[in-house]
């Protein structure tokens, strides 16, 4: 058992969250109980997750998507209301980190995806939220292990027969970052989502991409940070996957 505020200024130390300009606030986003034993993790604080933890009888809810995001309406309502009004009649803490859970080395989004999926020499591009690393397989192989790891059939943009020896990564909706990633003259890069510009900008610049789901390549960091604070505090964890296909 570990008291909210002990817990919170852990996690915020140990993410460097005063390192990270993000687009929502990072540690406590809802107060509940003063202790904390039992806690659950999940990818989203949406509705489900939230009765889930609920069922469980869980002191705290630790996502990467919270509730409040600078880009959204400040008002309490509708569902945003449902969610607070029943953590806080529950007394649930929620506790939600995004860019500085996507890039940490030990147990961020980019590194555990990378260790999933096999990749070697993994190492953060300096000033991006970018990871690169090495393989020896080719486009259809890596698809094939994507599919089975990941539990979904990635979008793949490319040659099947490609052979894949350097490849450039980022959790999530950062299909955008695919030009700093030619840059880095990689053979894939692969990230959550796809726009309708993407393909072509692979196709156009000799590179190949895969999306293998935004809500599929996050959902590993929370698990991860979860499991270092159970041992670390000798909290109860249950990971909580409220599927999403996108």
């Given at each position: 058992?570990?008291?909210r ?30 202790s ?5 993790s ?17 002191d ?6 919270g ?8 008002l ?5 209301r ?24 030990e ?70 970052f ?28 000799g ?30 964890h ?7 296909s996108?």
């Amino acid at each position: 058992m570990v008291h909210r505020e002990e817990l919170d200024n852990y996690c915020n130390k140990f993410l460097s969250v005063k390192n990270f300009k993000d687009y929502g606030p990072n540690g406590i986003q809802i107060e509940g109980s003063d202790s904390i034993d039992k806690i659950v993790s999940g990818v989203s604080a949406n509705l489900d997750l939230i009765e889930r933890a609920i069922e469980e009888n869980a002191d705290a809810i630790f996502v990467h998507h919270g509730i409040f995001w600078d880009n959204e309406s400040n008002l309490i309502t509708g569902a945003k209301r449902k969610k607070i009004a029943l953590l806080m009649n529950n007394n649930i803490n929620l506790f939600g980190y995004h860019l500085p859970l996507d890039d940490h080395p030990e147990v961020g989004n980019n590194i555990e995806l990378g260790r999933i999926l096999g990749i070697k020499k993994m190492r953060p591009v300096e000033d991006s939220y970018l990871w690169q690393g090495e393989l020896k397989t080719d486009l259809k192989s890596f698809s094939s292990l994507i599919e089975k790891e990941l539990g979904r059939t990635p979008q793949l943009f490319g040659e099947m027969k490609e052979s894949v020896n350097k490849i450039a990564w980022c959790t999530g909706g950062a299909q955008g970052f695919i030009d700093e990633a030619i840059k880095l003259k990689v053979d894939l890069y692969l990230s959550g989502e796809v726009s309708e510009r993407t393909p072509a900008v692979a196709k156009e610049n000799g590179i190949a991409f895969i999306s293998a789901g935004h809500h599929a390549t996050e959902r590993y960091g929370v698990q991860s940070l979860c499991n270092h604070l159970s041992a670390k505090f000798k909290l109860q964890h249950q990971f909580i996957d409220v599927d999403n296909s996108v």
